[in-house]
């Protein structure tokens, strides 16, 4: 799901294979992991985002979410 960023694709790629190497390590499967990247994705809406912002912000992820699931 990466777009044009400041983060190399370097940086892109090694936290996002932890972060995958983290819920195979667990054995998390897939109900598990959506469980997990969900609250993980609130917490960080909550805790990095202005409260004026957040629901914005949660329909633009939602939003490229599904774009990237469609094919």
């Known amino acids: 799901m990466p777009q044009n960023s400041r983060y190399t694709n370097a940086e892109f790629e090694t936290l996002m294979n932890k972060v995958i190497l983290t819920l195979e390590e667990n054995d998390a499967g ?9 609250n993980v994705i609130t917490h960080i809406l909550q805790t990095q985002v202005n409260p004026d912002k957040r629901e914005a912000m949660a329909d633009q992820f ?3 979410l599904k774009k990237s699931v469609q094919g």
């Open 30 to 38: 897939r109900d598990l992991s959506l469980m997990v990247l969900g």
């Open 62 to 64: 939602a939003n490229v």
